[in-house]
């Protein structure tokens, strides 16, 4: 590794360099390639202007422009920005960039987590929000480091995959058309529900279901079983009958008398059926396109009701019998 030159320093991935500029110390960002920060700090020595002072609301509007309108997907940009509204602009938009310290970020999650309204998952991704701004003001050259304090973010307690039981799943497919032959459709290929109202009968090929619009961007295949494949045969153009996902959800609930269902259980309760049937968990990943494993292995938690079979099953070949719950 090249050696670094007299007064740079590392933290993380970024180099850095002390200058004494305005009466006090002050950390500068070089960048992460070594070479093009040994070039900054020469600039930076020979009087080149330290990164420009801005406030918190011009940083954020440069940021939603820059950073969100090229690396998040369209459909987030109107909540990024709302969020921004609502949450950091209400609480830090008066204040200059450079002055936000690590106390104004922890008292900023004091603030959201106030009376109790916004859950933590919700405050996670608006301190998520928060650190990939000051990350970015750090590339941009508007900060020389982020004042994000580690071991900030609060911890979101596990919860099982919301899916559907197998007494739920046996009312749903029984529901009367339409609703019955979307939620077979829906549990019997996992596809989210803007996969299953973009799906066409000119998808179906050999058995399979061809997912062109997903949310990764690549295509994939979902093998069908013989019962829905052969219901899907007979059907032109849309497979689905329905395209308001509230309005289905609404009427399902009705028919059935599951009042939590929403129709992403569906696709929870296929990718928990695959697993407890034996499926791979990369297969499942492929399945349900996820861009990680680690995406699909909150799925692997097995129900109450697989974990009992496979101890009835370990004690019946010793033996043994459970007792009755």
């Known amino acids: 590794m090249?050696?670094?030159?007299?007064?740079?320093?590392?933290?993380?991935?970024?180099?850095?360099?002390?200058?004494?500029?305005?009466?006090?110390?002050r950390w500068v960002s070089l960048g992460g390639d070594l070479e093009a920060a040994n070039r900054r700090m020469t600039?930076?020595?020979?009087?080149?202007?330290l990164p420009q002072r801005v406030g918190v609301h011009e940083a954020a509007e440069r940021w939603l422009e820059s950073y969100v309108g090229t690396r998040r997907h369209r459909r987030d940009h109107g909540m990024t920005r709302q969020r921004l509204r609502d949450y950091l602009l209400a609480f830090l938009g008066h204040r200059p960039l450079s002055g936000v310290t690590k106390e104004d970020v922890r008292a900023y999650r004091l603030w959201l987590e106030r009376d109790g309204r916004l859950k933590p998952a919700t405050v996670k991704h608006i301190l998520s929000d928060l650190r990939c701004l000051l990350n970015w003001a750090v590339d941009s050259d508007l900060l020389n480091r982020s004042p994000f304090p580690r071991h900030i973010m609060?911890?979101?307690?596990?919860?099982?995959?919301?899916?559907?039981s197998d007494e739920e799943v046996?009312?749903?497919?029984?529901?009367?058309?339409?609703?019955?032959?979307?939620?077979?459709?829906?549990?019997?290929?996992?596809?989210?529900?803007?996969?299953?109202?973009?799906?066409?009968s000119s998808d179906t090929q050999n058995g399979s279901l061809v997912v062109h619009q997903t949310k990764s961007g690549k295509v994939r295949r979902v093998p069908l079983a013989p019962e829905l494949s052969a219901e899907l045969r007979y059907r032109v153009g849309r497979l689905m009958p329905l395209m308001n996902g509230w309005r289905f959800s609404q009427?399902?609930?009705?028919?059935?008398?599951?009042?939590?269902?929403?129709?992403?259980?569906?696709?929870?309760?296929?990718?928990?059926?695959m697993l407890e049937a034996g499926v791979s968990l990369a297969a499942v990943q492929q399945l349900l396109g996820h861009s990680t494993?680690?995406?699909?292995?909150?799925?692997?938690?097995?129900?109450?009701e697989?974990?009992?079979?496979?101890?009835?099953?370990?004690?019946?070949?010793?033996?043994?019998?459970?007792?009755k719950p």
């Open 170 to 200: 046996e009312v749903l497919l029984r529901l009367p058309e339409p609703y019955g032959f979307i939620c077979r459709f829906g549990i019997g290929t996992g596809l989210r529900w803007g996969e299953l109202v973009r799906a066409r």
């Open 251 to 273: 009427d399902v609930r009705k028919l059935s008398g599951i009042r939590r269902f929403h129709p992403h259980q569906m696709r929870h309760t296929y990718a928990c059926q």
């Open 293 to 304: 494993v680690i995406m699909t292995q909150r799925y692997a938690r097995l129900s109450d």
């Open 2 to 25: 090249p050696k670094m030159p007299k007064g740079m320093f590392k933290r993380g991935p970024s180099y850095y360099v002390r200058l004494f500029r305005g009466g006090r110390d």
């Open 43 to 49: 600039a930076l020595r020979s009087g080149e202007r």
């Open 306 to 323: 697989a974990v009992r079979r496979e101890v009835e099953r370990a004690a019946s070949s010793q033996g043994r019998t459970v007792a």
């Open 154 to 164: 609060p911890r979101i307690q596990e919860r099982p995959p919301d899916r559907l």
